[in-house]
């Protein structure tokens, strides 16, 4: 039987050297590794405070948008929702229209309002005329007299050119 001992293979004349590592080789070789852990986890805590920030963001866009509270009734309001109308069938229109010898021009004087449901009187009739890009270029309200009358004119309160008049919108509201 041979047994071997780690002791007894080394000699006592024998010196332990420590072997130095090449500083250009080894050194540089630690130094990237720290320094690509460290810029790993620079990236890591900015995607982190990137994402944290967008939450927060989003979180306060929520917010703000949950506390405009909707429409609780027929006023205009940041929700979306049907509002209860007195007259469900629709309205029909009709200009007057005068020449203004000062200006030289055509203009719509006023505006009739026809097929108006009886349910509407009390309420008031708003009248808003319109040009080519949408603008407001005359407008005029009356009150719904309480009345089987369901024909109404709206006299503009400034008079707008018949020629640029392309719109026109009607309101009926309390």
Known sequence: MFIFSFESA????????????DPKRA???KESTVARKNKEQTIRKRVLVSILAGLVVFAGVFAMAASLGGITSNKV??????????????????????WD?????????????????DACDGQTLSVS???????QIGSGSVAIPTSAVTSHTVTM???PSAKLTEGVHVLISS
Do not use: I, Q
């Not at 979306?80 to 005068?98: F, R």
């Not at 004087?109 to 026809?114: A, F, I, N």
């Open 10 to 21: 080394l000699r006592p004349s024998m010196e332990v050297f420590a072997v130095k590592a």
């Open 101 to 117: 010898a000062t200006d030289k021009r055509y203009e719509v004087t006023s505006v009739t309002v026809g097929g108006v449901n």
């Open 27 to 29: 050194d540089h070789r």
């Open 157 to 159: 309160s400034t008079a």
């Open 129 to 135: 005329l319109t040009d080519s890009t949408g603008a």
């Open 77 to 98: 309001g940041a929700d979306n929702t049907v509002v209860a109308s007195c007259d469900t069938d629709g309205v029909s229109t009709s200009y007057a229209t005068g």
